[in-house]
């Protein structure tokens, strides 16, 4: 009869005690630097998507304090914070950090539209070649890769740390246009279209790339990202949730119909996986 209790109460014991579920692990994503930016809307709903697929409770969440990508990349890099960047790639970024090779972007982002003011419009009607760009100055991020790239293709780059000011600069006529990608331009272009416009004929390309990175030697959440990806690029998820954020924007971006400007990029890694066609956009 003693052992029959003690059963008795051992069972209603394990009945009554909370369950026991594996503490989530918390991935920090950096909040962008203005609150008008929508850029990390499909990031966030990518790598938190990839992530649902791993074996390991994942939790991703923005970091509170808004930040420069510059600052972001340094916090990654030091694990002060922030675990996931998805930012451009480049032979500097890869060395300082571990970058997951699969383009969430599809390239969209070396496909760059020039944003301009409504009042210099006939200038960019003329233009033929980027011979003819040469003559403008163009507005960048101060750290982005971009800067470099256009730079080293001989434009003329006017670059600053403020991504707000570089809409103020356009508008005052401090710079003649500020390139864009076509996952970017139309967003952007809702708050300032009071004076400013997407420039219709020409667009500027250039190979290259937006990763997910992490801290170098952070490889279980590396490859559970990639893991992540890659089922979601066989299942067909990832695609529509590409065409969901991108499908309209790049429509209406009508790059068939547009000169195309092609660049060298001097800072595309020599691992970019160029062959894989199906993580490309092609017009």
Request: hydrophobic share 45%.
């Given at each position: ?192 279209q009071q004076r400013l416009a997407v420039e219709p004929s020409v667009v500027l390309h250039y190979p290259t790339a937006i990763y997910f990175f992490v801290r170098q030697g952070n490889t279980q959440l590396a490859a559970d990202i990639t893991d992540g990806l890659e089922k979601m690029i066989a299942d067909g998820s990832f695609e529509k949730l590409f065409q969901q954020y991108y499908g309209a924007t790049i429509r209406k971006a009508a790059l068939k119909e547009r000169r195309v400007f092609e660049l ?20």
């Open positions: 009869m003693l052992f029959f209790r003690w059963r008795l109460f051992l069972l209603i014991a394990a009945l009554c005690a909370p369950s026991i579920v594996a503490a989530e692990v918390v991935v920090r994503y950096p909040r962008p630097e203005s609150a008008p930016d929508e850029r990390s809307y499909y990031p966030l709903r990518l790598l938190a998507m990839a992530l649902e697929r791993a074996d390991i409770a994942y939790r991703v969440e923005q970091h509170p304090v808004r930040m420069l990508q510059g600052r972001a990349l340094l916090r990654l890099e030091n694990g002060d914070g922030i675990d996931v960047v998805s930012t451009m790639t480049s032979t500097e970024r890869e060395a300082r950090l571990l970058p997951i090779r699969i383009p969430l972007d599809k390239g969209l982002i070396g496909w760059r539209l020039l944003l301009i003011n409504k009042t210099h419009a006939s200038t960019f009607n003329a233009l033929r070649s980027i011979n003819d760009l040469k003559r403008l100055t163009a507005g960048q991020g101060s750290d982005w890769p971009d800067t470099s790239i256009l730079r080293a293709n001989g434009l003329n780059v006017y670059g600053t740390s403020n991504y707000a000011a570089l809409f103020s600069m356009l508008e005052s006529e401090r710079i003649d246009y500020f390139p864009r990608s076509v996952t970017e331009i139309w967003a952007e272009l809702a708050l300032y060298k990029n001097p800072l595309m890694p020599k691992d970019m996986p160029i062959g894989r066609k199906a993580l490309w956009f092609h017009e």
